[in-house]
């Protein structure tokens, strides 16, 4: 059922919905942990963004599909601060707020793992993870390797990656694990929201069931995921919901596990009539 601009489960009152969740614990949240609203971003005489909204809300997989040229890499760069939006915004927890940076945007809880992540192959796993972040004794003072080992070793854990030694370098890694390890560098500032630019992309078929597992321990996590790809079975596999760029609009959302890719593909594609149902 939906009230207002969430779905609760039938038989859920609606007092019982709380503002927020953060207790891993299972609670429909009310207010979508991050929002875009009539966000529009132009290149010259190019809309790649033209007034698009989008909700994601704690403990959820949204999956964001479209065309080439549809404007999801250009959505992923606004909400990770590379680039700001010419007219719309962006809210977190139901308030506006600036993503005037990539640091602003870590500062806010949102992670974006690009395309292509530059993993530096001769490092260790660790040395990965804390890239440009490294943890110190005391400001200025010396890494404080015992504590980047600890919660390296505590994220790969929590993501139940299988990578068992965090001293290895990442080129003795198969393609899967290191995208886990993008993965889990995202997750060194404890983000909220997380968005995914086609995790995967050139992966064999067990590499991609390994990285869609990450997907769904980050929604277990409670975070809020956002899922860019091109594969309709992989995002059928893993989202909640599934919503369509089109042209640079919004052009239907889906309940993923009452629709069909053909009803997708439709909608991505522009076919007469087609609209997503259930949620919009
Ligand atoms: N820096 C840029 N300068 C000019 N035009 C751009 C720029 N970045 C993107 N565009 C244009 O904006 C539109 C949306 O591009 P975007 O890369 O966001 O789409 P996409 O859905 O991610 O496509 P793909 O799946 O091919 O990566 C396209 O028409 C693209 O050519």
Redesign the pocket.
């Known amino acids: 059922m939906r009230r207002g601009s969430v779905l609760v489960p039938e038989g859920v009152q609606e007092e019982t919905v709380v503002p927020m969740t953060t207790d891993g614990l299972g609670a429909w949240s009310r207010t979508p942990v991050l929002s875009l609203r009539q966000v529009t971003r132009r ?2 005489r ?1 809309e ?1 963004l033209d007034a698009v909204d989008l909700d994601v809300h704690a403990r959820e997989v949204v999956a964001l599909v ?1 065309d ?7 959505l992923a760069r606004v909400v990770a601060g590379v680039e700001q939006p010419d007219a719309g915004f962006v809210e977190m927890d139901g308030a506006p707020v600036t993503i005037s940076s990539p640091g602003a945007a870590h500062a806010l809880g949102i992670a974006t793992v690009f395309q292509d992540p530059a993993l530096c192959d001769n490092l260790s796993v660790v040395a990965n993870l804390f890239l440009g972040r490294e943890l110190r004794v005391r400001p200025g003072g010396p890494l404080d390797e015992e504590r980047m080992v600890r919660e390296a070793r505590q994220i790969l854990d929590d993501l139940t990656t299988g990578i068992t030694s965090v001293h290895r370098t990442v080129n003795e890694l198969s393609n899967g694990q290191r995208q886990a390890i993008t993965i889990a560098r995202a997750m060194i500032t404890r983000p909220r929201v997380v968005v995914l630019d086609e995790p995967t992309a050139a992966l064999s078929v067990v590499q991609t069931a390994e990285v869609l597992q990450l997907v769904t321990r980050l929604r277990e996590m409670g975070l809020g995921v956002v899922l860019i790809s ?1 594969d309709l079975a992989d995002v059928l596999a893993v989202a909640d919901r599934v919503e369509v ?1 089109r042209h ?1 609009r919004n052009n239907g959302s889906f309940d993923a596990a009452s629709s069909s890719q053909e009803e997708i593909v439709a909608a991505i594609t522009g076919a007469p009539g087609a609209r997503g149902r259930a949620f919009r």
Do not use: E, P
């Open positions: 290149y010259r190019v790649a479209g080439n040229g549809a404007g999801k890499s250009t091109h760029l640079g």
